[in-house]
């Protein structure tokens, strides 16, 4: 109980009747919600359509919904809290449609009055919660778990404004508004009467309680109120929606103008936008955005009330019981974003619940589990330590006692041993001193888990070796995964249809049945295979008219879609695949044509605003276009496009029709990616490096099904400090050639000089990405991709397999493992 307010709960059984989901009753109320909800007829703007379609499938979600919410709550019953700053779901009607299995009543309820439910799901706008990989995986795990059947709970931020939208003006980015919630979002539900007070600001001090004990309190605080914003995440066909918590910044009802003490009402008011202003906008992953405060205030906004959230639940029936509360509690915390979770429940412990430190110490590192999501060192999250002390004293003040119980213990290992400690503190000494959220995390949980094999074995071996040694138990791998849901039988109708005919659809709630695809990869399944490549044309055609609508580049479908979306970076190395599209041009003009295949070359992602080289590659791509699509010579044999604004939604089309995935980030630098599952499991190729999960589907579908090019991680570190580009250069005449086009200015007529600072960066010996090192690997991979092509039954071979060898590859199996090794929950009935 909280301001004397009563807690409204309501853990009655949910006795609401199911709506009808035949044609006539999802049709009646549709008609229902457009009319007299909307105050729409017929002819209005598609939007509403789409609005009163959702409100419909949205009320038949909710008596499912409640049910899941009653079984979540039961005493007993432990949960997960998955914390994480992104969730990047996308669109949501059809997604329920399919989990619900009424879109053919859906579809005919659409059709009686004349509207395609295709078009009409496309309406929606994507829910752009997330930047890329980190937020997207947020979004697999959310469908897994309720597959799955798991209590588990998203908490995050309902950003006002999403990830941007990005369009093309004369080959540059350009960044623009995301203002997804302009026509309202029909699927959450606000629940003021769960807000929660963050606070900020102010100072501690000390006081004695009424049995004279010392403690501390954080007072004069300028608190925020957070108001839960709660969306449906349905499981696939089995009556189980749970739960994603958005939290929303508003000044506090109580907003008092004196106890902000503005002296003037103006100020007041600012006082008030800067409370709003903490959920207004998702942060890009930009490393010039580093330490902002209102990053910092995101992250602790979004802790703060979530925390508060479960012990609110947790203490429900008046006495809160920290033995029940460790039992029923775990947060999983998705990268370091909300890493101050440590210290705040620590904080919430001490300080409100009266809880001995050493206790309160034992329940928080059993409830906290820590997933790493990158290896580069420059994206380590620190923060400084006077931007902590005066948005967060208290924090600061219980993260200086963590550290010191956790340094004597380093100590007590290895004592004398300060260089160890200076390496493992929490707190970075220095000029500016830092908390490092990375050491707070790990020292905060049970758990320490990378994303692929590969990225959890070099956190033990590099990054984070001091506090492997120290604590080896903690550590542990969850390979990736997506879910075969929304990226294969939602995305992929025609091949899932395909799919299911041949070994029924038990693949989509379990996709370890895919195995049984792979004796239709036999040559011999002449059927299957014309079969399975009709369905691919047929989604290329699709992709082409995508193409042609947003880049206006005409792609034909018969030839090779090759294809590399995902954020811009240049660890990522965009950059070699446009070397090799230049060494492809070059080869086209000369005639030297054995071997050649035409290509259609997609490349589509955001960079964040404020990176200039990744910016500048865009650009690149974009020049590299216009000559080569307009060039004559070239006649067809090779297109480039750059597809502007590539979100979750672009994803959808163009996995089902990519015949190439490009994965070919410099080895050791890519965690994980996810991308690269959603194009395998639609039966595309990997032409890839050694790294993240690569190694992994590489492994899976065997060498011959795999376009494995480049360094390993190994040979990357070993190669660093006598890393010459110029060599490469000299004995290559081909990559000779292709530098010496672009220095040419041929790709840049009328902006003499732009695409310098991309050749200065390939040919530095400091390029960190190693672009040079790995060109000539990469091509002659190419060429090997061209002959493969050129034998389409090879071709069609090596798709099946590549789908049919993606089970490992569900983010139900990661779940799965997550719940096996760290959550240990009990699927609810
Ligand atoms: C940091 C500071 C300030 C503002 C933003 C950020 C920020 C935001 C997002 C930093 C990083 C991210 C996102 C990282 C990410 O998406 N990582 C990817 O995670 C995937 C899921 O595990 C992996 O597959 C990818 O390999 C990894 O790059």
């Known amino acids: 109980m909280q301001n004397g307010k009563r807690e409204p709960f309501n853990y009655q059984p949910v006795d609401l009747a199911p709506l009808g989901c035949d044609a006539a009753a999802i049709g009646s109320d549709f008609k229902r919600y457009l009319s007299y909800r909307l105050g729409r007829s017929r002819g209005c703007a598609p939007i509403y359509i789409y609005e009163a379609l959702a409100s419909v499938v949205r009320d038949r979600l909710t008596s499912d919904w409640r049910h899941t919410w009653a079984l979540h709550w039961r005493p007993g019953v432990r ?70 059947a798991l209590p588990v709970m998203g908490y995050g931020l309902r950003y006002e404004y999403g990830m941007f939208r990005q369009f093309i003006e004369n080959g540059f980015q350009k ?53 839960p914003f709660d969306m449906p995440i349905s499981g696939y066909r089995n009556h189980i ?38 959920t207004m906008v998702l942060y890009p992953n930009d490393s010039s955005e580093n330490g902002k405060e209102l990053r910092l205030r995101q992250q602790y ?55 001995l430190w050493d206790d309160a110490w ?23 330590v006077s931007l902590f002390e005066r948005l967060l004293p208290r924090l600061l003040e219980i993260i200086y006692e963590i550290n010191s119980h956790f340094l004597n213990k380093v100590l007590m290992k290895w004592p004398g ?97 895919i ?37 206006g580049v005409d792609f034909d479908p018969e030839a090779l879609f090759d294809v590399q979306v995902k954020r811009l970076h240049e660890y990522k190395r965009q950059l070699l695949n446009v070397l090799h599209v230049v060494a492809l041009y070059l080869r086209i003009k000369r005639g030297h044509l054995d071997h050649h295949v ?57 996995a089902p029709a990519t015949d190439l995935s490009e994965q070919i980030s410099t080895a050791g630098k890519e965690a994980s990616g996810t991308g690269n599952m959603k194009f395998m499991m639609n039966g595309a190729i990997t032409i890839g490096t050694y790294d993240g999960a690569n190694i992994e589907i590489f492994e899976a579908v065997g060498r011959d099904n795999f376009f494995l090019f480049g360094l390993h991680a190994e040979q990357v570190d070993a190669l660093r400090c006598e890393y010459r580009p110029g060599e490469y250069v000299e004995q290559d005449a081909e990559l000779r050639d292709v530098l010496d086009l672009i220095r040419s200015g041929h790709f840049s007529l009328n902006e003499p000089g732009i695409f310098e600072p991309v050749l200065d960066a390939v040919l530095s010996p400091s390029d960190p990405w190693m672009v040079l090192a790995d060109f000539r690997s990469y091509v002659d991979a190419q060429q090997q991709v061209a002959q493969a092509w050129a034998d389409q039954e090879r071709w069609t071979e090596m798709s099946i397999l590549n789908t049919a060898c993606s089970g490992f590859f569900s983010s139900d199996r990661t779940i799965q493992e997550y719940n096996r090794d760290i959550w240990k929950l009990e699927p609810v009935a």
């Open 301 to 355: 906004f979004l802790v703060s009330a979530s925390l508060k959230d479960s012990l609110r639940i947790s203490a429900r029936h008046g006495d809160f019981n920290l033995e029940q509360f460790a039992h029923e509690n775990l947060f999983q915390m998705n990268d370091t974003h909300p890493a101050i979770a440590v210290a705040e429940l620590m904080r919430i412990l001490v300080d409100e619940y009266h809880v």
């Open 598 to 654: 035409n290509r259609c070359v997609l490349i589509g992602g955001k960079a964040a605003p404020g990176y200039y080289m990744a910016k500048r590659i865009i650009k690149f791509i974009n020049n590299v276009a216009g000559v080569v699509n307009n060039d004559p010579d070239i006649d067809g044999r090779l297109k480039v496009a750059f597809l502007p604004n590539y979100r979750v939604s672009s994803m959808e089309i163009i």
């Open 175 to 227: 960044e623009a508004a995301d203002l997804w919630l302009k026509n309202g979002n029909p699927w959450e539900v606000e629940r003021i009467e769960y807000s929660q007070t963050v606070q900020f600001g102010g100072y501690t001090e000390q006081y004695r309680d009424e049995h004279g004990q010392k403690r501390t309190r954080w007072v004069s605080s300028n608190d925020v109120v957070a108001i």
């Open 362 to 384: 034992r329940v928080t590192t059993q409830c906290m589990a820590y997933t790493n999501h990158t290896l580069l060192p420059e994206a380590l999250e620190k923060w400084s």
């Open 241 to 278: 929606v749970n739960t994603l918590r958005l939290w929303k910044a508003t000044a506090s009802d109580e907003f008092n103008l004196e106890e902000f003490n503005a002296g003037s009402y103006t100020d007041a008011v600012q006082a008030k936008n800067e409370a709003e202003d903490i």
């Open 515 to 551: 195995s049984q695809l792979k004796p239709f990869a036999g040559k011999q399944h002449t059927q299957f295979h014309a079969r399975w490549r009709a369905v691919k044309l047929a989604n290329k055609q699709h992709l082409a008219a995508l193409v042609k609508a947003e880049c």
């Open 79 to 148: 949960r997960v809290q998955y914390m994480s700053l992104e969730f990047l779901i996308g669109r949501a009607l059809g997604n329920h449609l399919l989990n619900m299995g009424i879109e053919g009543e859906t579809a005919q309820a659409m059709l009686d009055f004349s509207y395609k439910l295709e078009e009409v799901v496309q309406d929606e706008v994507d829910a752009g919660l997330g930047n890329g990989g980190l937020g997207r995986l947020a979004a697999c795990f959310m469908d897994s778990c309720a597959t799955l």
């Open 417 to 513: 041993d300060m260089e160890r400690v200076k390496r493992m503190s929490i707190i970075e000494e220095g000029p500016e001193r830092y908390v490092r959220m990375a050491s707070l995390a790990i020292v905060g949980s049970c758990s320490v888990n990378g994303v692929a094999a590969l990225h959890s074995r070099l956190l033990r071996e590099g990054l984070f070796h001091d506090f492997y040694q120290l604590w080896p138990e903690k550590f542990n791998n969850k390979t990736n995964g997506v879910t075969p849901r929304r990226w294969v039988a939602h995305a992929n109708p025609a091949m899932s249809a395909l799919i299911s005919e041949h070994i029924g659809d038990g693949w989509v709630a379990d996709l370890s049945q």
